[in-house]
């Protein structure tokens, strides 16, 4: 290579690298006004909450309808007006739910039998459903198991189940209803992770882990639909603290007084109200997701500190 050719490549590449610079400089300026805009605004939304979305005439499909919160957001959510569809693979408490929603003469209401951790079953009842009542509008993963025991406790297949049930259920039903949701460009998915998705809990290793990766596949479909601008369909996480359904057994709380266990049904409605204000990621209580994250923040043996000033878990139920 000559002289001359070497002193042109060089110039190419300084220019590019002073260019990237300018670039990075610019941008840079411009994420920080985006930051403050939006502290700004998200401050703007605790004195002045957003109004509420309508859901009455929209078809709600909630899973886990048989029992515990599931069953209180068909109740809740028939009574806004919306159609409640329920899946369940407990077949009596689904029932149970449908008999209320028609003795309360609410909206109609359709109940089907689904081991929604069975991707044929899932795209085989959301055809059913399909046919009898139409498209999804909202779509709420909320079944769930939580076995709790030391890690070294579980047997395979409970480790198993657990992310068949807590994970891979909420990919199946989004397989199966997200691209209709994406041809309209409208639709809302709200996941139930827990508390355990967001720090970790004594005898529930595989659960904590299940609920991790809701939130991280959560976040995921968040940056896909991202990506293009007119994105128009809304995710919703929540991560609630311990509820009095009977999922946790031996709950073990320090401070009972100040941390009480929620109730199911003051549970629901905080998960319908950040459903209907398109909030993405939602604590109950709310405190829970801003301690957390400024915990993390701190070093490990603080962080420690934190978890066992708080020393809240569950009991072994072996
Ligand atoms: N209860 C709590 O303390 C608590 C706290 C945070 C998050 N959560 C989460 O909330 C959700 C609901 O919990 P819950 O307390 O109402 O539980 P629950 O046991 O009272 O009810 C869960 C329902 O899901 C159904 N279900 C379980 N496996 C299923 C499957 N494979 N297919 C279809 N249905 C299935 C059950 O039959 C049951 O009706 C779960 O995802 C749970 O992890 C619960």
């Not at 290579?1 to 260019?19: A, D």
């Not at 689904?94 to 929603?101: D, F, G, V």
């Not at 795209?123 to 909320?142: P, Q, S």
Request: proline residues 4%; contains cysteine; glycine residues 6%.
């Amino acid at each position: 290579m000559s002289g001359e050719t070497k002193e042109v490549i060089n110039k190419k590449s300084s220019s590019k690298i002073v260019l990237e610079v300018l670039q990075i400089i610019a941008e840079s300026l411009l994420l920080i006004l985006k930051i403050f805009f939006y502290i700004g605004e998200s401050l703007y939304k605790i004195l002045v909450p957003p109004t509420l979305k309508e859901v009455k005439g929209k078809v709600v499909l909630i899973t886990g309808t048989g029992h515990g919160i599931g069953r209180e957001l068909a109740l809740l959510y028939a009574a806004e007006g919306a159609t409640v569809v329920g899946w369940d693979l407990n077949d009596k408490g689904n029932k149970e739910t449908q008999e209320e929603i028609v003795q309360n003469k609410y909206q109609k209401c359709y109940f089907y039998k689904c081991d929604v951790s069975d991707r044929e079953q899932v795209f085989r009842t959301a055809k059913a459903m399909r046919k009898e009542v139409g498209k999804v509008d909202i779509l709420i993963n909320n079944a769930g198991i939580m076995p709790c025991h030391a890690l070294l406790d579980h047997t395979p297949d409970e480790i198993d189940r657990i992310f068949k049930v807590n994970v891979y259920a909420h990919i199946w039903t989004i397989e199966a209803f997200l691209p209709d949701m994406m041809k309209n460009n409208e639709g809302h998915i709200v996941a139930l992770s827990s508390c355990a998705g967001l720090f970790g809990i004594r005898n529930l290793a595989p659960y904590c882990a299940s609920k991790f990766a809701v939130a991280g596949l959560m976040e995921s479909l968040f940056e896909e639909l991202h990506s293009n601008p007119n994105n128009r369909i809304q995710l919703t996480t929540l991560f609630p603290y311990m509820t009095n359904t009977g999922l946790c057994r031996k709950p073990k709380i320090k401070f009972e007084n100040a941390m009480p266990m929620l109730v199911p049904s003051e549970l629901a409605k905080e998960i319908m109200k950040a459903q209907r204000s398109d909030q993405f990621e939602v604590g109950v209580p709310n405190y829970l997701t801003t301690v957390n994250n400024y915990a993390r923040l701190l070093p490990r043996n603080a962080q420690i500190a934190v978890q066992d000033f708080f020393n809240t878990y569950v009991e072994a139920d072996l």
